[in-house]
């Protein structure tokens, strides 16, 4: 079955960086365009970012670009998060998923399985 199972998330200061990764079974994993997705208390789960099967389509949503990277290792299943300049704003629980073909990258309902998340605290 699909399993996505993120991990490397924590505590860190403003400023700080932290590198998230899922670790993905069950599939082709190097078919699915992967994303990452954050949600914060009381608020809706919103895209970070994604990236297509062969790593040549990447888009980041407004507030990360500059701060964050996805890339991904098809040979080891596995899609990272590179977190760096990481601001308060950032704290949310993160999620990794995979899109539905022929979807919108950019919505929640664009993707079928996600992972349990992992938190990230980001202090001032």
């Known amino acids: 079955q699909v399993q996505l199972v993120e991990s490397g998330g924590g505590l860190v200061q403003a400023g700080g960086s932290l590198t998230l990764s899922c670790a993905a079974s069950g599939f082709t994993f190097s078919t699915f365009f992967m994303a990452w997705f954050r949600q914060a208390p009381g608020t809706e789960r919103e895209f970070v970012a994604g990236?297509?099967?062969?790593?040549?389509?990447?888009y980041y949503t407004t507030s990360v670009k500059g701060r964050f990277t996805i890339s991904r290792d098809n040979a080891k299943n596995t899609v990272y998060l590179q977190m760096d300049s990481l601001e308060p704003e950032d704290t949310a629980v993160y999620y990794c998923t995979r899109r539905i073909y022929g979807t919108t990258w950019n919505e929640a309902r664009s993707y079928d399985y996600w992972g349990q998340g992992t938190q990230v605290t980001v202090s001032s």
């Open positions: 990236i297509s099967g062969t790593s040549m389509i990447r």
